[in-house]
């Protein structure tokens, strides 16, 4: 079992920045994929940004690309969001996510491919 913890929520005025962080007990697996989701209430949990550990890219989301960045650890088996320029509709828990498989990129969005859940930060963007 894995466990994930997140960390660095908050309440930020719009145009601010935050990082979120989250830490994995262990490896998932010798390959394996890490994403953040996000949800609100009422509203199906939505991909953010992820990665594969077999390669150097990172995927994100049209709504925050140019202004949300993955940055991993892998030697501490964490990664961090750092989330610039943050608008009130980025306002949602946020979710750190890892399965011990390497996803195709086609999947790698899909929040029901990831079987390791953290409990979630509250992200808030408002003035």
């Known amino acids: 079992q894995v466990q994930l913890v997140e960390s660095g929520g908050g309440l930020v005025q719009p145009g601010g920045s935050l990082r979120l962080s989250c830490t994995a007990s262990r490896r998932p697996a010798s390959a394996y994929t890490m994403a953040w989701f996000r949800q609100t209430p009422g509203k199906e949990r939505e991909f953010v940004a992820g990665?594969?550990?077999?390669?150097?890219?990172?995927y994100y989301a049209d709504s925050v690309k140019g202004r949300f960045t993955i940055h991993r650890d892998n030697a501490k088996n964490a990664m961090d969001l750092q989330m610039n320029s943050l608008k009130p509709e980025d306002t949602a828990f946020y979710y750190c996510?890892?399965?011990?498989?390497?996803?195709?990129?086609?999947?790698?969005?899909?929040?029901?491919?990831?079987?390791?859940w953290g409990q979630g930060t509250q992200v808030t963007a408002s003035s």
């Open positions: 996510a890892a399965t011990g498989r390497l996803l195709i990129i086609s999947t790698l969005r899909d929040s029901g491919q990831y079987n390791y």
């Open positions: 990665f594969r550990s077999s390669g150097a890219n990172s």
